[in-house]
């Protein structure tokens, strides 16, 4: 069935609530039941379980369950023994000022490019407690981290990013008819029309080096530094303590609980009421007191999960690896007991629950857009519109906001490749251009969604809420969209 302009009407159900209420798990909820609602009418609800046990029983799914739910069991192992503390330390020692703290952030993501889920864990982990000390609020380090995760990742054909999109682009007869050896060799052909991760890493440059003026929200979050308020004050979400440990806040201050201070008693809040840490760990209750770890507990389990990523093709080898390292390096010099370990390790799974949900929902939503029908009907309604000169800009623009939409910037491209791709060969556009849209409109549904999981990851890496970080780094990715948008018009226009 064909459901028309109203297949719209879920993304927009999730968009309006999501900034309405600044909640992103809800919005999503509310989306998925409305449109299955549209779809299954009073059956909506048997309807919207089926897809979730669909999504749960997905191994890809499952895979990205485990794999962030192991990311924070070594974030949570690497700071209760202070290897994440030491490594900072070092790094620190570098930054002289606030600019080199975030151009080195930017450097630092640029290196650590093998997949954008690793690159963000690691560097939240590391550069926050730098960057806090130098007076940048967490969503200028936030928006740095961000930036430089997918759109290098896409940039590199070794990455996990070059792999997934050649495999896609090189199953149709069509891209395989244009003369290339194989699929990387067209893949690397078509890197310097990439322009949205290229634009990115420009702009972020810029931002970096306080050339680019502070926008919207990142300047509101600039005004409350030069007020005199902390970096690490947000909205809401997750802030970190001064070792990099994530906590709860709320408007203003730390959410209601107890937090006890170094002698043990409870702070009070100018309410009365007690501050409470939140969900992972802090150092020093988890860690054995008097014994602090080395940078080299930091840097053995970080450069183990790159090497076997790199080696065996698969990230959840290395994060299991690295985790067992950590069991070999910390017990026998008494970093942890075994008791602490496991306590850490379950507790820094656990603190990821609230992620993951946003993460199964993200997926349902995707599920809900395919049902409903919204990619076919946006692609009908600009399909009138396409010419070989515009094609790829009108392509960029469809994919990059269905991707925003769903969230889904692996899933949408995959869904539209096979569409796309004849349409270019028919129209005769030029065909890297257009497989360059379609890479680049999926490295902007990653960067600039509300609910992806690179903002997600991002968020809780630098400890704030996912939405004050979306919101901050918006009118950024949408500089670099216009700019892309007008690259692809250009080269479409000139025949290039």
Known sequence: MEYGVVSIVPALVVIIIALATRRTFEALVVGTFSAYVIIAGPGFLTAWLDVLFEVLTDYDVQWVIMVCGLFGSLIALLSACHGTFAFTEKIAGVCRSARSSLV????????????????????????????????????????????????????????????????????????????????????????????????????????????????????KAYDRIERGGSAKTVTSGMEKNAEGVPTKTVAGGTEKGTEKNAAGAGEKNAAGEYDRADKIIKEEDMGTPGRKGTVWDFLVPILLVIVLTIVCGEMMVGLIAAIVVCLVMYLPRKLLSLERFCDVFMKGFCNMIPT????????????????????????????????????????FLVVAALTFVTGSNWGIPAVCVPIVIPLAASLDANMLLTLAAVLSAGTFGSHACFYSDATLLTSVSCGIDNMDHALSQFPYAMIGAALSFAAFLACGIAGI
């Open 356 to 395: 993951l949900a946003v993460v199964v929902a993200a997926f349902i939503m995707q599920h809900a857009a395919d049902d409903i029908g919204l990619p076919a009907f946006v692609i009908s309604v600009v399909e009138p519109f396409m010419s070989a000169a515009l094609f790829p800009a009108i392509v």
């Open 104 to 219: 080195i952030t930017w450097v630092m993501g640029i290196l650590i490019f093998i997949d954008d889920y690793l690159n963000i864990i690691t560097l939240g982990t590391c550069m926050c407690p730098v960057t806090d000390r130098h007076g940048e609020p967490r969503e200028a380090t936030a928006y740095i981290i961000d930036s430089t995760g997918a759109p290098v990742c896409v940039l590199l054909p070794i990455s996990t990013w070059a792999i997934f999109y050649t495999s896609i682009f090189w199953s149709q007869p069509e891209t395989a008819a244009l003369g290339y050896a194989d699929g990387l060799s067209m893949y690397v052909h078509l890197i310097p029309y990439a322009f949205y991760p290229l634009f990115t890493l420009l702009v972020v440059l810029l931002f970096c080096l306080k050339l680019l003026p502070r926008l919207g929200r990142m300047k």
